[in-house]
C-alpha cells in the first residue's frame, strides 16, 4: 500500500519570501512522486514529478522538489513566492509501473500576504 | 500539449434527475480516463477507472449503477449521475492518461461543479 502525507494542511508566508510545503510518502517500492496545483474551482495543473530520474526535480512556475529516499520526503519549495501562487497543493504517490492507482495527500492550501 | 476539457463547468439541477458530464483529450489520445470526486476542503478520491472499449473499473463503495461511465472513443468519456441527490453535490475532475503506457502522467481536466437542490 502507498499513501502520502502532507504535513501542514496551511502555509501563510509573505510575497517574496521562500515557500516550503512538505510532503511525505510511505511505499513499499521506489514510487513516482508527484505535485499539482488547484486554483479555485479549477483542476489540478501538473507541477514536477518525480520518477526516479534525477532526486531534485525543477518544475514551473519556479517551484522544485527534492526527493529524500531517507526521510522518504518529497517536499515543495520556492525561493520567493509570489501572489499568484495562493492556491491548494497536492503531493501525489503512484506505482511507477502502473499509475492507475494516484493516491493523493489531504491537500495544503498556501495564502500569500502582501 | 496535453488538454484535457470537461463539459459542463459547472450544473444545477434538481434532485431525480440525471447529468451527464463530458471528459474530453483534446490533442492526444487517451486509452484510459479517470473519474475524481472531490467533497469541499477535501482531497481528490479515485472514483473509477474508464477504459476505451471496454466497462470501467469501478472503487470501492462508488455505485456503478449510480455512476455510469462511457468511453466510447479515444478522446471522449462520460459521467452521468443518475437520480441526482443532494449528497451527489460535488466537484467531479476527470483525468487522462497521454499513451497507453500506464507509467505515463494523468492530465486533469478543469473539473465540473456539480449541485443537486
Known amino acids: 500500500a502507498q499513501s502520502v502525507t502532507q504535513l501542514d494542511s496551511h502555509v501563510s508566508v509573505s510575497e517574496g519570501t521562500p515557500v516550503l510545503l512538505r510532503c511525505n510518502y510511505s511505499?513499499?517500492?521506489?514510487?513516482?512522486l508527484f505535485w499539482y496545483v488547484q486554483h479555485p474551482n479549477k483542476g489540478l495543473q501538473l507541477l514536477l514529478k518525480y520518477t526516479s530520474a534525477a532526486t531534485l526535480v525543477k518544475g514551473i512556475n519556479g517551484f522544485e522538489a527534492e526527493f529524500k529516499k531517507s526521510e522518504t520526503s518529497f517536499h515543495l519549495t520556492k525561493p520567493s513566492a509570489h501572489m499568484s501562487d495562493a492556491a491548494e497543493y497536492f503531493c501525489?504517490?503512484?506505482?511507477?509501473?502502473?499509475?492507475?492507482?494516484?493516491?493523493f495527500g489531504a491537500g495544503t492550501r498556501l495564502t500569500v500576504k502582501p | 500539449g496535453a488538454v484535457v476539457s470537461q463539459h459542463p463547468s459547472w450544473v444545477i439541477c434538481k434532485s431525480g434527475t440525471s447529468v451527464k458530464i463530458e471528459c474530453r483529450s483534446l490533442d492526444f489520445q487517451a486509452t484510459t480516463m479517470f473519474w475524481y470526486r472531490q467533497f469541499p476542503k477535501q482531497s481528490l478520491m479515485l472514483m473509477a477507472t474508464s477504459n476505451e472499449g471496454s466497462k470501467a473499473t469501478y472503487e470501492q463503495g462508488v455505485e456503478k449503477d449510480k455512476f455510469l461511465i462511457n468511453h466510447a472513443s479515444l478522446t471522449l468519456s462520460t459521467l452521468t449521475v443518475t437520480s441526482a441527490h443532494p449528497e451527489d453535490s460535488s466537484f467531479y475532475i476527470c483525468?487522462?492518461?497521454?499513451?497507453?503506457?500506464?507509467?505515463?502522467?494523468?492530465?486533469f481536466g478543469p473539473g465540473t461543479r456539480l449541485l443537486v437542490l
Open positions: 501525489v504517490v503512484s506505482d511507477p509501473y502502473n499509475n492507475n492507482d494516484m493516491r
Open positions: 511505499s513499499s517500492y521506489s514510487p513516482s
Open positions: 483525468s487522462a492518461r497521454l499513451a497507453s503506457s500506464s507509467t505515463e502522467t494523468q492530465y
